[in-house]
């Protein structure tokens, strides 16, 4: 197998750790590695196992296509990533589990799993832990393919699972997350077993023995399914105990074998005291007319990413894998120009390069098409002689609701800029990724009018989502662009930084090689600033040198949850915008400080081409102007 070249390596998933502390105390980063395995060599390792073994809590295993025959552990917090969940394959060789989860708060994504044992239920991922998450994997033959035991608050979802005996098992686990799975051809679907307090949902059961089996197992959330062509499409046992009496609670399946009209009954049977069974049923009181999620649903998008002078990305996700996807733009809404992308997957990224600087494209997968939106390459700011950026952090809405968060990034929306740069703390945990939900249907009209830029906070923490929602250039953890008369470099706070550090080394040839008039710099952690966190002097020591030696203009940071901009140090403007929707802190008056202010807000970059001069301007989310400055 041909190993991918370093730089599309680099852009793998790199998960965050920190130290939650008070808001007037330094929050410690701790760096978070990224493992890399292959197993034709040339990586850190040729085995998963070994990998796992050498890995931290928070680290990130990627996985290199090709087939891996072992019985994997995973005994340590970590995410574990293939590279294309059809040609990624770990083999059980047909004995014992392929995949046995034992630590909590493991990701599972990328991967075909086949070939356990057939002892007596060996299984293709077994979980024994809580806050994991299994998405986007197909598990093939196996006794179980997942069984999950005495466990809580774990996620399978859009996961391919046939020919097992049992596609997924839970026993005597509570608060799981079924949804988006396809479960073919297994003797039973989903087997729920003395399990209560969890959701199914959304799943697609097919040409099973039994799509469900509920024993005794009470109070499930069983909704918005497909049963379609099982022998039996669903039935229960219960015992006389007030335990398990509570009915499951089933609404809007789809079932093919319903009449079309009533409601749908589900039979089963009560046991009851001197071993007897009685008949017994449970009621689907709204049964759907037709079946779900063979339609296809866009999600999350679509929306522009790495914008530059002559390409652009172009991001959505749907709720299922789908075969036929591809990119329509054009100068009008005629299109006339077409780019096709990956199949079988449900996160969609595709290049477009147009040969014109602004237009209109939609995205299609399979027959779902979404609106018609509109595109702004860098080079379009040459035929207007101006741009315009905004930079805001901390957005951290779990709090308020993201009520707070919301109003900013809508105020944001209406200044109608050209590119935005979020500067971390997107979201309180990034290993949640119900908040990465809530993040993206906030930002949804502002990541549809203009390309948003990430800078890694503290707060992304371990979340693997981020290198889903943002495709940034070079290695995704430190990037720059240009656009206008301005060069943009990104750092990351989180990696290692120190003089000798391949970070170190980036940075200082990223700053020599630019010609632009103006260089800007944003990461996360401030090296200047006073209140809320204390700067971060071990960084300054290190990165300043360099700000000063290349003339860099201006630095923002975030991670203090207010406005503070410096006098020039050593001819560098240092500016803290962290009021992004988190709530506020106060700043605090020093010698280096020109205006603080405790405010949710974002700063506006008005470039222009013309004469060759940025204005930057602090504004509440009203839009009214706080502080002003120029840079030329």
Known sequence: MKRKIESLCACMLLLLTIVPLSTTAVEKSAFINTIYVDDSGGADYTSIQEAINAASDGDTVFVYNGTYVENVLINKSINLQGEDRNNTVIDGGKSRDVVNISADRVILTGFTIQNSGSNGGDTGINVKSNFTTVTGNTINGSDNGIYITNSFNNTIKNNKIQSSLCGIYLFSSQKQILSYNIITDCTKGIYLEESLDNTVNNNHLTRNQEGIFCSYAPD???????????????????????????????????????????????????????????PWIEVD???????????????????????????????????????????????????????HGESDCYHHEIIIIPGFSSGYFKVISNDEESNNLKFKLASHCYNTQKFKCVIFGDSRGVWDNWIHATEVANAVNTESPDFVIHGGD?????????????????????????????????????????????????????????????????????????????QYQWLEGDLAMTDKSIKIVCFHEPIYCSGGHNPRTDVRSVWEPLFNQYDVDLVFQSHCHYYQRTNPINGTIY??????????????????????????????????????????????????????????
């Open 426 to 502: 997107m979201v309180d945990d990034g290993a949640k990724l119900s908040q990465w939900d809530n993040w993206l249907v906030l930002m949804k009209p502002l990541m549809q009018n203009s390309t948003v830029f990430g800078v890694m906070g503290n707060h992304e923490r371990k979340g693997s989502r981020y290198y889903e929602v943002f495709a940034l250039p070079n290695n995704e953890k430190w990037y720059s662009f240009d656009y206008g008369l301005c060069h943009f470099t990104i750092l990351d706070n989180y990696e290692p930084w120190n003089v000798g550090s391949y």
């Open 220 to 278: 499930n959330d069983i909704q918005y399914n497909n049963f379609i062509s099982n022998e039996e499409n669903a039935k229960f046992t219960k015992f006389f105990h007030p335990n398990f009496l509570i009915p499951n609670k089933w609404k809007n399946n789809y079932w093919d074998d319903w009449m079309g009209f009533g409601a749908k009954c589900i039979p089963g049977i009560m046991y009851i005291p001197m071993g007897m069974f009685i």
């Open 285 to 339: 009181w709204h049964p759907a007319k037709k079946p779900y999620e063979l339609m296809v649903r866009i999600e999350v998008g679509p929306y522009t990413q790495n914008v530059n002078y002559n390409s652009i990305t172009i991001v959505w996700e749907t709720n299922i894998p789908t075969k036929d996807n591809y990119v329509m733009f054009g100068e009008t809404t005629d299109y006339g120009h077409v780019e």
């Open 575 to 632: 500016v803290v915008t962290g009021g992004a929707g988190a709530p506020l802190y106060s700043p605090k008056d020093a010698s280096f400080v020109d205006v603080s202010k405790k405010a949710h807000h974002y700063c506006v970059l008005d470039g222009s081409l013309e004469t060759m001069e940025m204005t930057i301007s602090a504004r509440y989310i009203n839009g009214t102007i706080f502080d002003e400055f120029v840079v030329c």
